[in-house]
Structure formats: structure tokens, C-alpha cells
């Protein structure tokens, strides 16, 4: 059983069913030592601009807040058998949003997937390569 997260990722657009506007790449850098993880992710749009998100945390279930894209997130993460779910809130504006992401390796350990659940992206999985 490989739950370790840590490397440097990249998304398989082809293969992923993203929701909303398509980037034009997504890359990751994963730091992860059980209990802690750090995710600094750059989505890259068609036209040239770039979303940084980067957030940290415990995966032990306990709540975290995170600045992602300038607006504060109530985070947890925790392992469910060999998925890390990641479940975020946060309000836009008028909404607000609940986020909850599975993620977990292939066997090999080369692929990551990050597949929405029950949640506001409900439907949407990328599917991530190591680099």
C-alpha cells in the first residue's frame, strides 16, 4: 500500500475530466511526511495566466484554514484506506462552496488521481503523472 503523495506531477489533460474552463497545463509539487502534506499546485490558462494554489496541512481529519487564490479555506484532510480526502469550504462572494476530493496512486505509484465526490465539482478527475 503506497500513500506516499510526495513528487512533482503533471496533469494528463487528455485523460482528465476537468469542469469549467480548460487550463492549458497543471502542474503539482508535493511534499507529504505522515502526517504532513504541502501541496503547492500551478494551473496555467490558455492565455497565459497563472492560478497558484498551495495549502498544507495534517491529514489526521483535523480542520485547517489556508489562503488559496487570496480567499481563506477551512481545510481537512485524512486517510480513508488508501484515498486521501481532502474536504475544503469556502464562501465567493454570495456562495458558498464545499469541496470533496479523493485522491490516491496506482499501484505503480506513477499516476496520481484527484476525483471530486459528493461535492460542488462532483463528476470532475484529473489524472496526474509523476515527473
Same mark, same amino acid.
Given at each position: 500500500?503506497?500513500?506516499?503523495?510526495?513528487g512533482f506531477?503533471?496533469?494528463?489533460?487528455?485523460?482528465?475530466?476537468? %469542469?469549467?474552463?480548460?487550463?492549458?497545463? *497543471?502542474?503539482?509539487? *508535493?511534499? =507529504? @511526511?505522515?502526517?504532513?502534506?504541502?501541496?503547492?499546485? %500551478? !494551473?496555467?490558462?490558455?492565455?497565459?495566466?497563472?492560478?497558484? !494554489? @498551495?495549502?498544507?496541512?495534517?491529514?489526521?481529519?483535523? @480542520?485547517?484554514?489556508?489562503?488559496?487564490?487570496?480567499?481563506?479555506?477551512?481545510?481537512?484532510?485524512?486517510? !480513508?484506506?488508501d484515498e486521501?480526502? *481532502?474536504?475544503?469550504?469556502? @464562501?465567493?462572494?454570495?456562495?458558498?462552496? =464545499?469541496?470533496?476530493?479523493?485522491?490516491?496512486?496506482?499501484?505503480?505509484?506513477?499516476? %496520481?488521481?484527484?476525483e471530486h465526490?459528493?461535492?460542488?465539482?462532483?463528476?470532475? !478527475?484529473?489524472?496526474?503523472?509523476?515527473?
Open positions: 500500500m503506497n500513500r506516499n503523495l510526495t506531477w503533471k496533469a494528463n489533460l487528455e485523460k482528465s475530466k476537468l %469542469l469549467g474552463p480548460a487550463p492549458k497545463s *497543471i502542474a503539482a509539487k *508535493i511534499r =507529504h @511526511e505522515d502526517p504532513n502534506l504541502l501541496v503547492a499546485m %500551478l !494551473i496555467t490558462m490558455p492565455d497565459g495566466l497563472e492560478h497558484r !494554489i @498551495e495549502f498544507k496541512g495534517p491529514t489526521n481529519g483535523a @480542520e485547517v484554514l489556508n489562503l488559496v487564490s487570496g480567499q481563506q479555506w477551512r481545510s481537512r484532510m485524512q486517510w !480513508i484506506d486521501l480526502m *481532502i474536504e475544503s469550504w469556502v @464562501e465567493l462572494a454570495e456562495r458558498k462552496l =464545499h469541496f470533496r476530493d479523493f485522491w490516491f496512486l496506482s499501484d505503480n505509484g506513477q499516476s %496520481l488521481t484527484m465526490r459528493d461535492d460542488d465539482l462532483r463528476g470532475q !478527475i484529473t489524472f496526474l503523472d509523476r515527473v
